[in-house]
């Protein structure tokens, strides 16, 4: 309150104020973020295993050059763009279906919306745990109910073999992500305004022609968005995999981000998990940047 | 015509009712199977709902937490309520700190004009692409290092560096939907910077604050890795790290280790339907302005 009646004082740039204001959000990130980045570079840089203390040692790149000529590299690699390239497609193409119908006006709709809050609100390892007894060889849900619509003729263990455990990792992996993707589809599709729609069913065009030369060119930008949101986080994927599959069966499910957990944390050796571990991060990066480019590039022609 | 708006509404309760299932189902199949018998649970077919309701697994829970060693039940359930407590304190404090610092870092990036705005922004923002196992190796190992890993205090502040961005991210968008003429009325009445944010835009904010607490509530209270890779007592176990545990475990019967999934998510369902408003502003804000 004094500050009120000191009457007019100088007052601070509004640099400084911003800096001032900024200040305790920005040190927990640089702290936590910068600082064990360059940490990680470091690390990456040297022979560094636990396993064998007091022999840690610059060695330059040695370890990223290891790693690029190695099949535990390569193999994890295309296991997580599988997994990646698979999400992406299963959430995008259902999350659209479910966008379509939710735009709809119809009783029950703000339900059926609040309902998709239920799959999101699930942390990971819950939803590894739900799938892992749904998807139970002798007592899961999922199983039972294939039997009983004749579509299988005895209990199958779908996470011991592939593709099939490829497959349903992907749609555990999905269902608690494609709420979000669903709210943001949505929202993208509630700014088309309606008069375009009746002018194009006044000129006869069919719900298909509706779809490809309205709904899709319009929404392409919130498509865009989804795309790369999901692209990173499937790129990154851990949790589901320590709970459900732990990689296998056989690697099969032996994704870059479990290598990293299993070298550094299992094999302690803290050198060759932060190389692998920023091939991941510039992976991430490059296909963040290469999808921006490419779907930006794609909205600017149009 | 109305041939075909019959036909339209029979396609969507149809798709609605797909949609239904396909979203409730397998969580209420969760919540069904944590009330049964182990032996019901193993029967085939199965039995879609408790018959009788069965609340052992429930109890052995808050007995294991009383009674410790001496009620004999496993010991994932004997520290799982503990576990749910972290988690309560970790999330809160993640939401509280996070929104106050959020917020006072949003007004700026909102308001201010000053050199270097945008690189701040954007900067806050790259810093999520990172992938967290690549900070988490150098973080366990300083952490250890300095004494700091196992510890809660620890978590909360890895918690707020990832949700932050977000935070912040969100809340600015907010704040620039407030009217200036509101923020103009009190310099003119001679509030300093500071006391403008504390008594008209906060107070204005208080929904877009709301939103930016339970989103961070939530994806703290769901957090693994950095709790998994931290935690080496249950003094700091998450109940995530619980869930773990439990479903990694062969010997565990099927009961407890469903009931520890359920309690685990009744926070976070609870919020999310009693505050969907909030959250599905907060979600389509925080991502979509851009």
């Known amino acids: ?302 | 015509m109305k041939q075909h708006a019959r036909i339209r509404l029979v396609v969507i309760y149809v798709s609605a009712a797909v949609l239904m299932i396909g979203t409730v189902g397998p969580f209420l199949w969760l919540v069904s199977s944590s009330f049964q018998y182990e032996r019901q649970l193993l029967s085939r077919p199965p039995q879609w709902l408790p018959n009788p309701v069965v609340l052992d697994s429930y109890r052995e829970i808050f007995e294991g937490a009383l009674l410790g060693e001496e009620s004999g039940v496993p010991y994932q359930s004997r520290i799982f309520l503990r576990s749910f407590g972290n988690s309560f304190l970790v999330a809160g404090s993640v939401a509280a700190i996070a929104v106050m610092a959020g917020a006072y870092a949003a007004y700026p990036l909102a308001r201010l004009d000053f050199r270097g705005r945008s690189t701040l922004l954007f900067g806050i923002l790259a810093s999520r692409l990172i992938p967290g196992l690549s900070l988490a190796i150098p973080i366990v190992l300083v952490a250890r290092q300095i004494g700091m890993s196992d510890r809660i205090i620890t978590l909360v502040f890895i918690n707020l560096s990832f949700i932050l961005p977000y935070v912040i991210w969100l809340l600015q968008s907010y704040f620039k939907s407030i009217p200036m003429e509101l923020e103009d009325a009190g310099r003119i009445d001679g509030c300093s910077r500071l006391q403008v944010v504390n008594r008209i835009i906060l107070p204005l904010a208080l929904p877009g604050l709301t939103s930016a607490a339970i989103l961070a509530f939530m994806l703290s209270w769901g957090e693994f890795l950095f709790a998994l890779l931290l935690a080496e007592t249950p003094a700091s176990y998450t109940s995530t790290v619980i869930v773990s545990l439990f479903a990694t475990d062969v010997d565990v019967n099927y009961v407890s280790i469903i009931t520890a999934g359920v309690i685990s998510v009744i926070p976070p369902i609870c919020f999310a339907l009693i505050f969907q408003r909030f959250i599905i502003s907060g979600l389509l804000s925080g991502s979509l302005k851009g």
């Open chain 1, 1 to 302: 309150m004094q500050a009120d009646t000191a009457g007019p004082r100088k007052e601070m740039s509004q640099g400084m104020l911003a800096v001032l204001f900024s200040a305790p959000a920005v040190l927990i990130i640089a702290s936590t973020i910068l600082v064990p980045f360059g940490i990680a570079v470091f690390l990456s840089l040297h022979r560094w295993n636990l396993k064998r203390p007091g022999r840690e040692k610059f060695i330059g790149l040695e370890n990223y050059i290891d790693w690029l000529g190695d099949s535990d590299f390569w193999g994890p690699l295309q296991t997580t763009i599988t997994f990646a390239i698979g999400s992406v497609v299963v959430i995008l193409v259902v999350s659209l279906l479910v966008a379509l119908l939710l735009n709809e006006e119809f009783p029950g709709r703000g339900v059926l919306r609040a309902m998709l809050l239920i799959p999101w609100a699930i942390p990971s390892v819950v939803n590894a745990l739900l799938w892992k007894w749904l998807l139970n060889p002798q007592y899961g849900l999922v199983n039972a109910v294939a039997l009983e619509l004749g579509i299988i003729t005895e209990y199958q263990n779908v996470l011991g073999s592939m593709p099939s455990v490829m497959i349903w990792l992907i749609i555990a992996y999905a269902w608690i992500h494609i709420p979000l993707a669903t709210l943001l589809l949505l929202s993208g599709l509630q700014t088309i305004p309606d008069d375009i729609y009746e002018s194009a069913i006044v000129d006869g065009a069919g719900i298909w022609q509706r779809f490809a030369f309205i709904t899709f060119p319009l929404l392409r930008p919130m498509l865009s968005i989804v795309i790369i949101f999901e692209m990173i986080f499937a790129l990154k994927v851990f949790d589901i995999i320590f709970v459900l599959t732990a990689g296998g069966p056989a690697n099969a499910t032996n994704v870059l981000g479990w290598q990293i957990y299993t070298e550094t944390f299992r094999k302690l050796d803290f050198g060759a998990g932060s190389s692998i571990a920023m091939l991941l991060g510039a992976i991430t990066l490059g296909l963040a940047i290469i999808f921006y480019v490419f779907l930006d590039r794609g909205r600017q022609v149009e």
